[in-house]
């Protein structure tokens, strides 16, 4: 999907580093942040909550030194902490092939974390570490000796302090990442942002929409599907959407009293598409039980999830 020009800043040069990039780490430790900030538009939702990434992303940058098609991934539960449900199967098994399938590899860890043996032991030799978060370590004398540990801990081709929130190191780890990789014709044309359609991106926006509005028990049982996309040209447009949730009690929560959580999320999810699409646009959303969709194997293929 096409959204806004990129500044290039100048004519392209005839060759530039070009491939993709896998975005990997822990649950909570800023990837989708992060690929906003690299692509310099907001095309991943964010919330507090824990795996709020379910399917991989593709994010472009394109400047006038390379093209980074970034791959946000759903964060990885490893080890002691495993999936709980089959839902959870499918978003680790979807991190780990972007690892196999990528040119490079980001690994996105909270730089106030010790090495977490269980990450680094899927991740390959070779690939770049972003120590996110800096400005959230106190006393600042602490990130030496974290990124010493990190350094020891595994064979990365380059460490990088950044704070995804502020910016502060983007810019460094943009051309640590360019350098890595291969000269060679562009794979996007030079304004597209990503590979996603707009209808997509309207389901992921009402769910962030209730991601921030709704208590802890709720968000791993919220999906949103489109039903209706209509594009009506200067009139806008129109879209319907339903909310899948796996307990009537949570249909209670998602609707709210006299219908005020849906409210919500329908006026801000409502404003944010008008701004990505840059037309008014019209939004329905109805809240439907599916129950246990998250461990049943024919609702997670009817909602969009592949096995």
Known sequence: MKLSSVLLGGPMPAKQHVGRVALVGRPNVGKSTLLNVMVD????????????????????RTDRTSQIAFVDTPGLQLGSTPPR???????????LESLRDAD???????ARAEPDAELLAVVPKGAVLALNKVDLVRPRSRLL???????????????????AKTGSGVADLLRELGERLPPGEPLFDEDTLTDRPARFLAAEIVREKLLLRTRDEIPHGI???VDRFDELGKRGTRIALTIHVPKESHK????????AVLK???????????RLLGVPVHLSLWV???PDWVDDPKALGELGFES
């Open 145 to 163: 000796p974290t990124l010493e540990a990190w350094q020891k801990a595994h064979d990365f081709a380059a460490l990088v302090p950044i704070s």
């Open 104 to 110: 490079a590899v980001l690994v996105v860890v909270d």
């Open 288 to 290: 439907r039980v599916t």
């Open 85 to 95: 449900h089959r839902l959870g199967v499918r978003m680790q098994n979807e991190a």
């Open 41 to 60: 538009e907001k095309i991943a939702i964010v919330s507090p909550h824990p795996q709020t990434t379910r399917q991989r992303l593709l994010g472009v």
């Open 252 to 259: 209670k929560i998602v609707v709210g009293r006299a219908g």
């Open 223 to 225: 999906a949103v599907t």
């Open 264 to 274: 919500a999320v329908g006026t801000a999810a409502r404003h944010e598409l008008s």
